[in-house]
């Protein structure tokens, strides 16, 4: 029989991420000797959870990744905007594909000697993994940045994201060299600063300096000596930029460790190290895709694309997302996150991992639900919310023998 309810249908209908030109590069040094460098962390293998629900995800086609459009003679941003543009055509056929897949997927179940009538009068229990194991590490990330949210603990992105991440790794991601690493690069950025001979209380000048460190070939003396530190620009990872394999590939302690990442992560990066060094940053959406909005000393906006290394305007975005008037008018999309909404935002990422090690259960409406009370036009907690309810259905369809569409209307659960 097909089996439908798992940890990872989140990853099959969620997030389609934008493909961005670079290379992959590595944290490297440059002296005539060994010495301390850039911090790179370890991050642990996956928590080894079995697979916990009653049926798996339907098979949902995976998008060809589009390929780099080089062509000489155009700027990068007419080359991302192509790129963008065909991943959003990528979307719409990944889109329609899932609508097929859906009405297959009830095609496909077992034929039975009828609709089980008995299960549909009664009510059908729902999957709840929040008694098995690991799923405490979840719990505990989830109440420490509620009480940021409510005023009961200091707000942190820091702290937040570190929670979520270390959940889904079961306890074992190290803080100290997590927060070593932040430390050190932000140390970095100020001594470059100092180095140049720019003013470091001046705050696009810090602003930039971070975007330079990560999307641009960084040296710094190191103090009492002749050494030169060289860090490499932070890459975009073409490999499993989804993390549908891999979620981990998706977080911000991969962007440390590897040095590479994609929208999502690469713009937290950004945005935890701007907390490190109280710079005014804040995370924004287009369709598909993440990036950090800051403003120059005369209060004009800027959009800084880690992806690629690049500064584009809300215009571009416009026109290489298809965002309507609608969208913009309503704050759905380039709008500046404010600090809550943006804790609120890592709970979904808690989501997310808790989908990946267990399942759809209450868990996972807890954290959709508080996010959308602090952020109500988050567009990833309405497909959070979608999600949920496709798994909920689909399980309830198995359960009661459901084959057909006709035969949803004879269920009152389903």
Known sequence: MKQYFVKNIYGKTTFLYIVLLFLIVFFCQEAKGQFPGVPV?????????????????????RPNIPQPIYSPGISIQERNARMIEE?????????????????????????????????????IPMPD??????????????????????????????VAIFLAENAYFGNRLSYADYNNHINQV??????????????????????????HFMSDTFQVRLPGSEKTLTHLPITYDYNDFEGREDLSNMFVTKVMAKN?????????????M???MGIEAYLSTAPMHNFVKIKDNKGKWHNLELTCGAILTDHHHIQAGFIKSEALRNKIYLEPMT????????????????????????FVVECYTTAL???????????????????????????????????VALCPQA
């Open 274 to 276: 701007a907390e490190a």
């Open 87 to 123: 991943d959003m055509r990528q979307v719409e056929r990944q889109r329609q594909m899932q609508q097929r897949q859906i009405q297959e997927a009830l095609e496909e179940f077992e034929p039975r000697q009828g609709l089980n009538m008995d299960v549909c009068r009664s009510v």
């Open 186 to 211: 932000a140390a970095l950025c100020d001594l470059k600063i100092k180095q140049e001979g720019l003013d470091e209380k001046d705050p696009m000048i810090r602003k930039m300096m971070l975007f």
């Open 41 to 61: 962390i370890t991050t642990p293998k996956a928590a080894t959870m079995q697979q916990y629900g009653s049926f798996s995800t339907p098979s949902l086609p």
């Open 260 to 272: 590479s990442g994609q929208c999502h992560s690469l713009a937290l990066y950004y945005m935890v």
């Open 339 to 362: 600090q809550q909404q943006l804790i609120a935002d890592v709970l979904l990422d808690v989501a997310s991992k808790y989908i990946r090690n267990h399942g759809f259960d209450k």
């Open 373 to 407: 009370k602090y952020h109500p036009n988050s567009v990833r907690a309405h497909i959070f919310r979608y999600d949920y309810y496709l798994a909920l259905a689909l399980y309830v369809f198995e359960r009661a023998g459901i084959t057909s569409q006709e035969q």
């Open 129 to 158: 993994f929040t008694s098995e194991q690991g799923t405490e590490y979840f719990f505990n990330a989830f109440d420490g940045i509620h009480q940021m949210l409510t005023g009961e603990a200091p707000v942190s992105l820091k």
